[in-house]
């Protein structure tokens, strides 16, 4: 089964704290993950991907494949991280998987 | 940076009736989609759609649902009979390639009553 697990609905740091939001997934093969953004009432935002290796506003995310996570991090939060955050996985049919969701808030 | 547009931003039509949902894709990008999500649920995928064909569809996209680019820019999803079940967000995405990452709108949210 292709599956992606956020096991944190919320998520609630202090400002300058680290964070780290949870994904699990189910792949059989290759995964490709993807982090989307949603800030509050815009569109869902392309964080980053696994495969680009890159920092994104101070996020990384490193791929384990014998965990089979994906997890997302921050060694310091800032304000304007509050948001909602969404794990995805493109399935073998080239759409994307996602999981329910982390609403990132951090308090000032 | 360009963007995925969608039309309308709220949608609210009677159970039953017909409905449109109207999209306009990046324009060099070639691959489409169309995603649903329900309040309080996770984004699921409905269809794909490349070179004037749905390419994948999930099993929410049964017979009530349709797709179509009827002019180079726009892509439409229409819901035949709507029912109560369908409110939701509905998101569209493009992409240049299958591999290249997916680009959203922001949204239709359909209100069925």
């Known amino acids: 089964a292709q599956r992606v697990t956020q096991p944190e609905k919320l998520l609630s740091v202090f400002k300058g704290a680290p964070v780290e939001l949870k994904c699990n997934y189910s792949y059989s093969g290759s995964p490709e993950l993807f982090w989307y953004v949603q800030y509050s009432r815009q569109r869902l935002q392309l964080l980053l991907r696994h495969i680009s290796r890159e920092s994104i506003k101070g996020f990384t995310a490193d791929l384990n494949k014998g965990e089979t996570s994906f997890h997302l991090k921050k060694p310091f939060a800032q304000e304007e991280d509050s948001a909602m955050y969404y794990c995805?996985?493109?399935?073998?049919?080239?759409?994307?998987?996602f999981g329910k969701g982390t609403k990132l808030s951090v308090k000032p | 940076e360009p963007e995925v547009t969608q039309t309308p931003s709220h949608q609210v039509t009677q159970m039953g009736q017909e409905v449109i949902l109207r999209c306009v894709p990046i324009?060099?990008?070639?691959?489409f989609y169309w995603y649903r999500q329900i309040l309080g649920q996770k984004v699921e995928f409905l269809v794909s759609f490349y070179n004037n064909e749905i390419s994948e569809k999930s099993e929410i996209f049964d017979d009530q649902f349709s797709v179509e680019r009827p002019d180079g820019s726009n892509f439409t999803l229409k819901i035949r009979s709507t029912k109560l079940e369908d409110s939701a967000m509905y998101f569209c995405?493009?992409?240049?390639?299958?591999?290249?990452?997916?680009?959203f709108g922001d949204g239709t949210r359909l209100s069925i009553l």
């Open positions: 995805a996985l493109k399935g073998s049919q080239g759409n994307l998987i």
């Open positions: 324009s060099n990008h070639l691959y």
């Open positions: 995405a493009s992409s240049e390639t299958r591999a290249q990452p997916q680009h």
